[in-house]
T-cell receptor, first 113, second 114 residues
Framework: DAGVTQSPTHLIKTRGQQVTLRCSPK?????VSWYQQALGQGPQFIFQ???????QRGNFPDRFSGHQFPNYSSELNVNALLLGDSALYLC????????????FGPGTRLLVL | AQSVAQPEDQVNVAEGNPLTVKCTYS??????LFWYVQYPNRGLQFLLK??????LVKGSYGFEAEFNKSQTSFHLKKPSALVSDSALYFC????????????FGKGTMLLVSP
């Protein structure tokens, strides 16, 4: 049973560029959440997708957008990259939105130069 | 607003000794509480959760956590530490009411010496 998978593992971009990160949830899970983890910090919630709709959003600008597909996989898009967007981006999946634990993927490390 | 505090940046313990990693929380209603562990260059691994019921929750790898509502705490414990337990530990909380987000603490680095 595959866990949460993310691609790519590492990415280097320059300021102003756009990036797309991908996530496949754990088998049986229908909810995907995205987090940004800056160096030395805990994960910060970006947004959550359920039934192909954004259900909740954290305090992130509109440059951060996402999508969930019918197979529950998800993408995170970041436009007009800033140096401060450099971080580990974590995808987490769960069954439903409330009681179940979220299971995290290994993350995508994004470096913006 | 909900929040989590992990008051110790680092906890040092000798192998074989008991360990405690502290966590306190703040939510408007009742909490769902979680502990995760992160190894270098890896994602977060789920250890245990408190939803309701017994205040002592047992999780993976011999870890357990005690929910204390009056002290709003959810400390992570293990009776006998292993060197391989050395990692970054995160406490997280979600309010039971509504569809609130999961809020993480800043993390506590656990170092277990041989």
């Amino acid at each position: 049973d595959a866990g949460v998978t993310q691609s790519p593992t590492h990415l280097i971009k320059t300021r102003g560029q756009q990036v797309t990160l991908r996530c496949s949830p754990k088998s049986g899970h229908d909810t995907v959440s995205w987090y940004q983890q800056a160096l030395g910090q805990g994960p910060q919630f970006i947004f959550q997708y359920y039934e192909e709709e954004e259900r909740q959003r954290g305090n992130f600008p509109d440059r951060f957008s996402g999508h969930q597909f019918p197979n529950y996989s998800s993408e995170l898009n970041v436009n007009a990259l800033l140096l401060g967007d450099s971080a580990l981006y974590l995808c987490a999946s769960s069954l439903g939105q409330l009681r179940s634990a979220q299971y995290f993927g290994p993350g995508t490390r994004l470096l913006v130069l | 607003a909900q929040s989590v505090a992990q008051p110790e940046d680092q906890v040092n313990v000798a192998e074989g000794n008991p360990l405690t990693v502290k966590c306190t929380y703040s939510v408007s209603g009742n909490p769902y509480l979680f502990w995760y562990v992160q190894y270098p260059n890896r994602g977060l691994q789920f250890l245990l959760k408190y939803i309701t019921g017994d205040n002592l929750v047992k999780g993976s790898y011999g870890f357990e956590a005690e929910f204390n509502k009056s002290q709003t705490s959810f400390h992570l414990k293990k009776p006998s530490a292993l060197v391989s337990d050395s990692a970054l530990y995160f406490c997280a909380v979600r309010d039971v009411v509504g569809y609130s987000t999961l809020t993480f603490g800043k993390g506590t680095m656990l170092l277990v010496s041989p």
